[in-house]
């Protein structure tokens, strides 16, 4: 079917660490990708997007490139700080608006 | 310029009740989308509002249902509420059909 798949949370990490959050979806066509954060007790914030195959999508120092080969669309930060913590949500849409999330992965950053 | 704005932002209702929420868009946005996320869970579409006609619906019973008015604003009704239906709400505008959404940050409804 059509879906996103996220590795769970929480992730922990110190503050400066690399941090990875896997992400896969399955889709028939070539959708595009997303990922949204939502920070305590606040709606969702588009974060970064790519719309085509090996796009890379950037901001605030997070990163995720369309893997088309790997159905992956993964996102980094080489340094992440405690202003991070926060849940992040993968997502897909094809032509029709529809946005599909992943369950959302929590991330915790420590001092 | 205000972003997408959500009313109320906390809501308690009894099983069998019926809840209004509502959605102003942001300004110039003219495509209102409704999400429910569960606790724990990604945002799961319930469906999008567009010219006040409903463009699309995700899997949800026809005890949900919505409306747009001419300014753009939006409201998703639920009627006979079930326990399960406790989660936030969140509205999303965009300045059209395959735009970019703009989430609300939501109402949270609680159904004891």
């Known amino acids: 079917g059509n879906s996103v798949t996220q590795m769970e949370g929480p992730v922990t990490l110190s503050e400066e660490a690399f941090l990875t959050i896997n992400c896969t979806y399955t889709?028939?066509?070539?959708?595009?990708l997303f990922w949204y954060v939502q920070y305590p007790g606040e709606g969702l914030q588009l974060l970064l997007k790519?719309?085509?195959?090996?796009d890379k999508g950037s901001n605030k120092g997070f990163e995720a490139t369309y893997r088309k080969e790997t159905t992956s669309f993964h996102l980094e930060k080489g340094s992440v700080q405690v202003s991070d913590s926060a849940v992040y949500f993968c997502?897909?849409?094809?032509?029709?608006?529809?946005?599909?999330f992943g369950t959302g992965t929590r991330l915790q950053v420590f001092p | 310029d205000a972003g997408v704005t959500q009313s109320p932002t906390h809501l308690i209702k009894t099983r069998g009740q019926q809840v209004t929420l509502r959605c102003s868009p942001k300004?110039?946005?003219?495509?209102v989308s409704w999400y429910q996320q569960a606790l724990g869970q990604g945002p799961q579409f319930i469906f999008q509002?567009?010219?006040?006609?409903?463009?699309q619906r995700g899997n949800f019973p026809d005890r949900f249902s919505g409306h747009q008015f001419p300014n753009y604003s939006s409201e998703l009704n639920v009627n006979a509420l079930l326990l399960g239906d406790s989660a936030l709400y969140l509205c999303?505008?965009?300045?059209?059909?395959?735009?970019?959404?703009?989430f609300g940050p939501g109402t949270r409804l609680t159904v004891t």
């Open positions: 997502a897909r849409r094809r032509d029709t608006d529809k946005l599909i």
């Open positions: 790519a719309t085509k195959a090996d």
């Open positions: 999303a505008s965009s300045l059209a059909l395959g735009d970019e959404q703009y």
């Open positions: 300004s110039g946005h003219d495509t």
């Open positions: 889709a028939t066509g070539y959708p595009s």
């Open positions: 509002y567009y010219e006040e006609e409903e463009r």
